[in-house]
């Protein structure tokens, strides 16, 4: 049978569930296939059919391919700037105050008793040590007097041993090689030997290596034991005062290479204006007057009181034996043994093993150090160029001159053996 014949008519179809229209209509209109056009390219985004009565979505506009890895490369860049940045101030403040407390400690080098140190003797790693100051040259008081010669600063040298702790050193040996010098400076070494004995109760013992004359004999009398080594001068208790030059009948002065020379036949004449009875002492022009002589002689005879009871009471020899039978003299070693001055005589190193013995400790394993110019790094920091307590001599050839109150200025009583042509220049 042929599907258009007319005689066959298809059967009613029931009209369709609205419910089922609806959903008809939502998948048609799913199912709907946009127009024909060109193909989305990949990762762009999809641009869909608004819904009825929905509102149009922007989409964000791609960014630019380098801004993302410009900014965090330039995040990075800062922080690490930054970082950098507090690093380096933090080492800043604390080298600053690392100079600054070097700078403190250092700088105090030419002040007080913490020198570089060098080795005198005994084995290096030794348990013990012996502190070794030398006192050599002219005594003289502070380090802003200036000499030709080598001189020892008496009030540096008290300052060293004021400084010193009992658990510092096992004791002091003081290498002796002077002719004296000031008073205040030979005194000041010698009450600080005192002071460190009574702070300490460690020993001190004094080597004559060469001289301890006059003032080298003052500062080093309170010591608990004297030892000499052979063929030195010892002694000299005795102080001077001078010089004082007269220049009688003068017609004339002797001119040099500068200046001429003036010859007169009425004499020449030289005065000072003065105010004060004798403050003109000491001009060659006229001679001493009694009164001045009396003054000064009395004034020298104090000082040398007080060095001779000094000495007696630390050598343990009665004063009027000092004055009358010691006098200034200079002695021998074994003489010096004899007067009371000197306890022992021996060589350097049986003088260190020695100096080990008194200050209670093995010598075969005690050293001896000494202290020794500041290093570089010191200098830099404000220390001065030569060994606490002593000087650099002057030197002719650039004109210096000396400063020292020993040279200069009016006469000073002085606890010196010699002649100050060597120190002052002549």
């Not at 000299?236 to 020379?261: A, C, H, K, Q, W």
Request: charged residues 15%.
């Amino acid at each position: 049978m042929s599907s258009s014949d007319p005689s066959i008519v298809p059967a009613p179809q029931p009209p369709p569930d609205p419910a089922e229209r609806r959903a008809d209509e939502s998948i048609g209109s799913a199912a709907q296939v946009p127009p024909p056009g060109p193909a989305p390219q990949t990762g762009a985004p999809i641009a869909r059919a608004p819904q009825p009565g929905a509102q149009p979505v922007r989409l964000p506009a791609p960014q630019s391919s380098f801004k993302q890895p410009f900014a965090k490369g330039f995040g990075a860049g800062l922080g690490l700037t930054v970082g950098a940045g507090a690093v380096a101030l933090v080492l800043t403040v604390v080298s600053l105050l690392g100079m600054g407390l070097i700078s403190r400690t250092l700088g105090n080098v030419a002040t007080s008793a913490q020198n570089s140190l060098s080795h005198v003797w005994g084995p290096a790693n030794a348990s013990n040590t012996l502190l070794a100051i030398n006192i050599s040259g002219v005594i003289d008081n502070t380090g802003s007097a200036t000499l030709y010669s080598s001189a020892t600063y008496g009030y540096e040298i008290a300052d060293q041993l004021d400084a010193l702790k009992a658990d510092d050193y096992a004791g002091v040996v003081l290498l002796m090689d002077t002719p004296g010098g000031s008073i205040s400076g030979s005194r000041a070494i010698a009450d600080a030997i005192v002071r460190y004995q009574e702070r300490t109760g460690k020993k001190v013992v004094a080597y004559v290596q060469a001289m301890a004359a006059s003032g080298g004999m003052y500062a080093m009398a309170p010591a608990d034991l004297i030892i000499s080594d052979h063929g030195t001068l010892i002694g000299s208790i005795g102080v001077i005062m001078g010089p004082f030059e007269y220049y009688r009948d003068v017609t004339g002065l002797t001119g040099n290479i500068l200046t001429s020379g003036v010859i007169t036949t009425g004499g020449i004449t030289h005065e000072y204006l003065t105010q004060g009875t004798g403050k003109d002492f000491g001009n060659p022009f006229r001679e001493m007057s009694e009164q001045e002589r009396a003054t000064y002689t009395n004034g020298i005879g104090i000082e040398y009181q007080a060095f001779v009871d000094y000495v007696a009471q630390h050598r343990g020899i009665p004063a009027d034996r000092i004055v009358n039978e010691l006098g200034a003299y200079l002695f021998d070693p074994q003489t010096a043994i004899d007067k009371g001055l000197v306890d022992e005589i021996m060589g350097r190193p049986d003088g260190f093993l020695r100096a080990a013995e008194v200050s209670g400790v093995d010598p075969s394993d005690t050293k001896v150090v000494s202290p020794a110019m500041p290093g570089g790094l010191a200098q830099l920091f404000g220390a001065q160029a030569r060994v606490y307590g002593h000087n650099v001599p002057l030197s002719t050839a650039d004109g210096s001159t000396p400063t020292s109150s020993i040279c200069v200025g009016s006469p000073t009583v002085l606890a010196f053996a010699g002649d100050f042509t060597s120190v002052c220049g002549g």
